[in-house]
């Protein structure tokens, strides 16, 4: 059996180099057959969501990108110090097709949770920081009548949609979305 399950061809050539090293350093990880299997299943899972045959600089980033994100998660070395993901693939708890699909977060999930927690502590300082001093006649409340309000703006749906206002009325506590 050759080294890669897939017919490889001229335009292989680019992205193969790549695959041999990750294949080489997952193996060292997991073992040679795991490694290998699961450099298969990154590649075929690639490839599936970039729906192309033809290895351009996306492909190749996408590839490289999560490839060195499963090797940093998979080595208990690496300064993620992600101490789990291995042995959830050696004692089969998790597959490498499942693994390969698994959103970036989910690889290590209780940093990803502090970072998490982290983030939004210092965004309700933040918050809090601003309200506490800014407050503007831009917005009508609609409840007092008054024109006291302190807001804040916030990127809560994609980063193509226009910002969240959060707007509280500092005369009655009354607060809505804009
Ligand atoms: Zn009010």
Known sequence: ?????????????????YRA???ENFGKILGTEMGNQL?????????EVENTDFYDKSFEEHYLDDALSLYRNLNPEASVSNNYLKDQILSNTLSPYNLVRMP????????WDKIEETRLKDIKTEIEEKCSV??????RCGKCKKRKC??????????????????????CGNSWRE
């Open 104 to 111: 970036k977060k989910d690889l290590f999930r209780p940093k």
């Open 134 to 139: 800014v407050t503007t006649d831009m917005f």
């Open 21 to 23: 090293k990750f294949q």
């Open 150 to 171: 302190s807001y804040y703006q916030l990127q809560i749906r994609s980063q193509d949609e226009p910002m969240t206002t959060f707007v509280t009325c500092v005369e």
């Open 39 to 47: 450099e298969i299943h990154l590649f075929d899972y690639i490839k």
């Open 1 to 17: 059996m050759s080294k890669f399950n897939l017919n490889l061809e001229k335009k292989d050539n680019i992205i193969h180099p």
